[in-house]
């Protein structure tokens, strides 16, 4: 296996002699997330995510921070597959650190190596040298975890979210704070939500508009090669080709109750299988279970629904376009870092999403329609008066307004200003 030149190494980046990288200004939210905690200590920090979300600009604009702030930057990229050694690893740190033992080292998809943990480990512990790693499979960092414990953070880089696809097109005016507990404030609707709909969670495709080859980015720069590439190669998929099939099809039914032993039958394969290929994509960020409203134990034998991880990757993965489950699952990715649970009886009554975890939370119903009366929302109005709650919430179309009934009050939420909420929230649960 040929070694790699010096001038090879240095010619991957600009940073590695001085230089810096021209990346767009637009910086992530996680941007600042990291750099404020990298101020104060030393770690490796890691950052996982989908493929083509930006965690390579992110980390190339850690660089060029850095670097004005004085440190010594140097960055590799992993991506061939000819650099994928533990060797050129090794040769790598060696030569970095060689030039400054107390540099900044960034190492882009880094996971794709054998034993990467081991031998970052190894130099962590003998230079006062700060990582910043990646990879686009968040088992391959989780495979590092054990022999670097105590020395790595791990991040996850999501889907562009609304509130970012608005400041990177340009718009003025600020995202604020979204509260449950004052959900009258409000910003108004806001432009580009159609646009951040179809592609939003993908920087590159802000400026493009060719509905054709946004479908194509998406399926094939991102699903196929995650599907394909990196979830094969990480686990023990003997039928890649399946795997595919299991993700259409969760795709077309983003938003549905999921049954592994329907899917069996669809495509051939056993239900166990089915369950596990299943994990495998929702490891891989590509998916996601959300499970009915019930302690562990019950939860994980029950129904359970699915969605893909975006609005832009059900708009282009699915064969079966419904407005409805487009709308959902972009409510869905809104709400995925409070871990969202669904409500289902034996009564079929239903409830979207239950939020936070104080007598009965929050409870939040997705409507894509521009009008929405009581009788539209049974199952949450039956959910607000069997758990108590004074106050539900319905993300739909239209503006803002309220239906009273029984004495308890369901705001209506524009999803436009739901979406583009710089943050949320839950404030009181259970009122």
Request: net charge neutral; with cysteine.
């Amino acid at each position: 296996m040929p070694e790699l030149t010096i001038g090879e190494i240095n010619d991957s980046s600009p940073l590695n002699t001085g230089g810096r990288e021209d990346v767009q200004k637009f910086e992530r939210k996680l941007l600042k997330e990291i750099l404020s905690f990298a101020s104060k200590k030393r770690f490796i920090y890691a950052v996982d995510g989908l493929r083509r979300v930006g965690k390579t600009v992110l980390l190339k604009q850690i660089g060029n921070r850095m670097q004005a702030a004085g440190k010594s930057v140097f960055y590799f990229s992993f991506d061939s597959k000819a650099h994928q050694n533990p060797m050129a690893l090794e040769q790598i740190l060696k030569h970095f650190l060689g030039k400054d033992r107390a540099g900044t080292i960034i190492l882009d998809e880094i996971g794709k190596i054998d034993d990467w943990g081991g031998i970052l480990k190894k130099y962590y512990d003998r230079t006062d040298a700060s990582f910043f790693i990646s990879s686009s499979a968040a088992l391959h960092i989780s495979k590092g975890k054990e022999s670097l414990a105590g020395r790595m953070l791990n991040y996850t880089l999501p889907p562009m979210g609304f509130d970012e696809h608005l400041a990177m097109c340009g718009w003025a005016e600020k995202p604020g704070i979204f509260e449950f507990s004052r959900p009258e404030i409000t910003t108004g609707n806001l432009a580009h939500l159609e646009g951040f709909l179809s592609k939003g969670s993908y920087p590159e495709l802000a400026a493009v508009d060719d509905a054709a080859a946004i479908k194509k980015y998406v399926r094939n720069s991102t699903v196929e090669k995650m599907i394909f590439e990196d979830i094969a190669s990480i686990f023990p998929v003997a039928h890649p080709s399946k795997l595919l099939e299991i993700f259409d099809y969760l795709a077309n039914y983003s938003g549905d109750f999921i049954h592994e032993n329907t899917i069996s039958s669809a495509i051939g394969m056993s239900a166990p299988t089915v369950g596990d290929y299943i994990t495998y994509i929702e490891q891989s960020h590509l998916a996601r279970r959300v499970y009915t409203d019930a302690n562990y134990a019950i939860m994980i034998r029950k129904m359970k629904k699915a969605y893909v991880a975006s609005a832009s990757i059900y708009s282009n993965c699915t064969s079966q376009f419904s407005r409805g489950k487009l709308v959902e699952t972009a409510v869905f990715e809104k709400l995925a870092p409070f871990s969202p649970r669904v409500y289902f009886d034996a009564q079929k009554r239903e409830v979207d999403f239950i939020v936070g975890g104080k007598a009965g939370g929050i409870a939040v119903e997705v409507k894509s329609g521009e009008n929405v009366s009581a009788s539209d929302v049974p199952g949450l109005i039956y959910y607000m008066r069997k758990n108590n709650l004074k106050d539900g919430f319905v993300v739909y179309n239209g503006p803002y307004d309220i239906i009273e009934k029984d004495g308890r009050t369901v705001h209506l939420l524009p999803l436009s200003t739901f979406l583009a909420a710089d943050e949320i929230i839950l404030g009181n649960e259970g009122n």
